[in-house]
């Protein structure tokens, strides 16, 4: 997924729109959809604020390629992966600790079936 790519799966899954994103790092719309479609590159500064902005790391937003969680390919992240990971970022580490758990139960049950 491109830079462009993660920008907007991050931009939707918030709800902003283009404008709105824009208006939060200082910059017309224009220049948003510039990046999405990856007519032009992100300034580092700008990098910065859109990371700071989505709660992710800067890496998020330029590694090209990231592992799928559970999965041995190097698949890239899609819309949902990332819109979830922004949602659980923001949580406690309270209610982090409750997902982890409820994964484990279910990673658990689905070895219990193929038993």
Known sequence: MSVGEKIK???KARGMTQT??????????NAVSKWECGRVDVP???????????DVPMSTLLEEQAP???NDSSDVLDEVDVAFYGEYRALSEDDKDTIRDMVRLMRERRSKRQE
């Open 44 to 54: 580092t500064p700008t990098l910065k604020a859109l990371a700071a902005l989505f």
């Open 68 to 70: 799928n969680p559970g």
């Open 9 to 11: 799966s991050l931009r």
């Open 20 to 29: 709105e994103l824009g208006e939060r790092v200082g910059v017309q719309k």
